[in-house]
């Protein structure tokens, strides 16, 4: 049976300025699209029902992608997922954002999806949430009181939940120029390929003095309500020449600090295991491209 979209109101504001005021007058009935694949699903599904739908489409400059090596990467709000897997600037220099986005879902969403949409989701299974969180990524936030920075690692409050104040809207991520000496590396796995949604997965940046591991950011998807950090894991590593056994005990630790539950996707068995497996793959991985 064909599933229809109920009645909205498609509003395309020309500036950030209006979509704001457009949030503000419409308030708890209006809702935000950069690239409508988690939006529509959703109306389509009857998990909401919004009367407006304010499109960021129009807005000039949000699907803009610039690296800039003193200041870094930065990604528009409308920059769409395929562009962002494909960007020579990403790919050279961030290749595990580009990964990332490269793995998430289908061919389909990656043309229409985008970046931030996918973060201001809030899916606790989202690809492009761990390797951005792992790398600093920092969200560009424009609302009625001005613009505000607020670092990825502080926005994720619960699936479905943000630290956006009302009328705010996210308008860009920036990732920092890499540390020296810095590797990243991302893994996710899921029941039928990228068709599903991530089951378990792990992203870490890791910045390597020879063997030992001077710093990391190890962050673990799919195993609770939000991207997890596993800081316990990190200080098994963290000043550390980098061992097989080490890295037995680094998976284990967090391991025990995922909360994980059993749904469709995967058991909570599995996860707490696939999670002790991964995080030795991405920690070898991300010490091998540091080292170069």
């Given at each position: 049976m064909m599933m229809r979209l109920s009645h909205f109101d498609f509003l395309a504001p020309a500036t950030i300025e209006e979509a704001v005021g457009l949030l503000q007058s419409k308030g708890a009935d209006a809702r935000l699209m950069a690239?409508?694949?988690?939006?529509?699903?959703?109306?389509?599904l009857g998990a909401i029902k919004p009367g407006f739908i304010i499109s960021l489409k129009k807005i000039g400059g949000l699907d803009q992608i610039s690296f800039d090596p003193t200041t870094g990467l930065t990604i528009g709000a409308t920059a769409l997922l395929a562009d962002v897997a494909d960007h020579p600037d990403i790919l050279k220099h961030y290749p595990t954002v580009a990964q990332a986005a490269r793995g998430t879902a289908n061919v389909q969403v990656r043309n229409m999806g985008t970046v931030i949409g996918n973060l201001c989701n809030a899916s606790p299974a989202s690809d492009n949430a761990p390797t951005l969180l792992a790398m600093e990524a920092v969200l560009h936030i424009a609302g009625p009181e001005g613009k505000r920075k607020l670092p990825?690692?502080?926005f994720f409050k619960g699936p479905g939940m943000t630290a956006l104040k009302p009328s705010e809207i996210v308008t860009?991520?920036?990732v920092p120029v890499l540390p020296p000496n810095a590797g990243t590396a991302y893994i996710s796995l899921s029941a039928r390929g990228k068709l599903d949604c991530t089951a378990v997965g792990a992203a870490v940046m890791v910045t390597?003095?020879?063997?030992?591991?001077?710093?990391?950011?190890?962050?673990?998807?799919?195993?609770g309500p939000t991207p997890l950090r596993a800081v316990k894991a990190e200080e098994i590593i963290r000043g550390k020449q980098i061992s097989d056994d080490l890295l037995a005990q680094a998976g284990s630790q967090a391991s025990q600090e995922s909360r994980p539950i059993t749904?469709?996707?995967?058991?909570?068995?599995?996860?707490?295991?696939?999670?002790?497996?991964?995080?030795e793959r991405v920690i070898t991985e991300a010490s091998k491209k540091a080292r170069g």
């Open positions: 690239g409508g694949t988690d939006l529509l699903m959703k109306i389509k990825l690692d502080q860009a991520v920036g390597m003095s020879g063997d030992v591991c001077k710093d990391i950011r190890l962050f673990v998807a799919s195993c749904d469709l996707r995967a058991s909570g068995e599995y996860r707490t295991k696939m999670i002790s497996v991964l995080t």
